[in-house]
């Protein structure tokens, strides 16, 4: 049994959405790679600038984002070495544990990512078509399977609403305790910046 066989597909539709996921995977890294190059930026190093323009500090350290992107330690050392090398990132000692440093965007780094954040809306335009039903309905699929990586070991960092300590599912839904509200299919995020996860 392979997925990537043309006859396995023909019969299992599992398969012809693995295929398209890795199609919609590959789409995502030519414009990685496209939007990269325009900058003399690895796709690693863009998606590290990318993350920290939009996360908080304490997700902002090497052991974080080594897990973020699926790298080993080395790998995440080495891209922060070259940014700072490029002036687009500094860091600072974390008075808690001098050990670990955050990592922040120089001025430099925030006029990069400013001119190159907008490299996914050639995936995101098409999506505009659909119907609103559609729309949610593929959303909530994503996340289920997303959370079931995760349960898997294959996803290793989440920041989505059912793998957080304020997150319930009730008879009647969804439900916040942090916002105290209940959640529908729109209101469920996926990368949450109040996201604290299950201890």
């Not at 080594?66 to 070495?81: D, G, L, M, P």
């Not at 430099?108 to 990512?113: E, Q, R, S, Y």
């Not at 599912?169 to 299950?198: M, N, T, W």
Request: charged content about 25%.
């Amino acid at each position: 049994m392979d997925t990537f066989d043309p006859d396995y597909q023909n019969q299992n539709i599992e398969g012809k959405i693995v295929v398209a996921l890795e199609r919609i995977s590959e789409a995502f890294k030519v414009l990685l790679w496209q939007k990269g190059k325009e900058n003399g930026l690895t796709p690693l190093q863009l998606q590290v600038l990318l993350f920290i323009n939009f996360h908080a500090p304490r997700q902002c350290k090497a052991n974080y984002l080594a897990k973020e992107f699926n790298v080993t330690k080395a790998t995440i050392s080495e891209s922060i070495r070259l940014l700072l090398k490029k002036d687009l990132i500094l860091k600072q000692v974390d008075p808690a544990d001098t050990r670990s440093s955050f990592i922040y965007l120089t001025e430099k780094g925030k006029a990069m990512v400013q001119g190159t954040g907008g490299f996914a809306q050639a995936i995101e335009r098409p999506i505009h078509s659909f119907s609103e039903a559609q729309k949610k309905m593929l959303f909530q699929n994503l996340l289920d399977l997303i959370e079931k990586l995760n349960r898997a070991h294959i996803v290793n960092v989440q920041r989505m609403c059912t793998s957080c300590r304020f997150y319930e599912r009730g008879s009647e839904g969804d439900f916040c305790r942090l916002l105290e509200k209940r959640l529908y299919a729109q209101d469920l995020r996926i990368d949450c910046p109040e996201h604290q996860p299950v201890t």
